[in-house]
């Protein structure tokens, strides 16, 4: 079956402009999770969503950073006014439910903010 | 707080070499323990799980145990192929929370 699939794969962007990261989930999964990634390191919590639910936004590092999931399907986080500093990989999970199941990853989306 | 711990890479072996890569977590209560991989140009995949002390994971030869009184969670294997070489990533799942909180990961190289 489909996995978890994410888009673009690759993003571009100058400085100040507005980005949207999308994620498809993998089909009856009830939990979304959004993680980033800086290089060299491990993939760092951002936000997740029971249903369409945002449950949890604790890991957002800042106002520019938002995400929705109007439907209980597709998610997209969104970065008003890009820095530089957001230049990452942005991961995207899901799972069957919530609390300790495993949580199944797609394939990235990589931000390069010049 | 919750974190993880785990040796730095790059590990370097020859194949048919024995693995050990070691990681220790920091928790409150009872946290879930995986060990994740990513091969070269691809996304992260589970590779073991184990959800409460003295748990076994395994999967393609690798094996970690959940051990509660060391707070480790170390990934071994027998014996190492090429195909192995890639990054691995030690996490958690605190109790009651779905956060994965990941360590920093560690590069195996396995040279024929």
């Known amino acids: 079956g489909a996995g978890v699939s994410q888009s673009p794969r690759y993003k571009v962007t100058k400085r100040g402009q507005d980005v949207a990261l999308r994620c498809d989930p993998i089909?009856?999964?009830?939990?979304l999770y959004w993680y980033r990634q800086a290089l060299g390191q491990g993939p760092e919590f951002l936000t997740y969503?029971?249903?369409?639910?945002?449950?949890?936004k604790s890991g957002l590092p800042n106002d520019r950073f938002s995400a929705e999931r109007p439907e209980g399907s597709i998610s997209t986080l969104t970065i008003q006014r890009t820095e530089q500093r957001d230049s990452a990989m942005y991961r995207c999970a899901s799972s069957l439910s919530r609390v300790g199941e495993t949580q199944y990853f797609g394939p990235g989306t990589r931000l390069l903010v010049l | 707080g919750n974190s993880v711990t785990q040796m730095e890479g790059p590990v370097t072996l020859s194949e048919e070499a024995f693995l050990t890569i070691n990681c220790t977590y920091t928790?409150?209560?009872?946290?879930?323990l995986f060990w994740y991989v990513q091969y070269p140009g691809e996304g992260l995949q589970l590779l073991l799980k184990a959800t409460k002390a003295d748990d076994k994971g395994s999967n393609k030869g690798f094996e970690a145990t959940y051990r509660k009184e060391t707070t480790s969670f170390h990934l071994e294997k027998g014996s190492v192929q090429v195909s192995d070489s890639a990054v691995y990533f030690c996490?958690?799942?605190?109790?009651?929370?779905?956060?994965?909180?990941f360590g920093t990961g560690t590069r195996l190289q396995v040279f024929p």
């Open positions: 089909s009856g999964h009830v939990s």
């Open positions: 928790a409150t209560g009872y946290p879930s």
């Open positions: 996490a958690l799942i605190p109790f009651n929370t779905d956060k994965l909180i």
């Open positions: 969503f029971n249903y369409e639910a945002q449950q949890d």
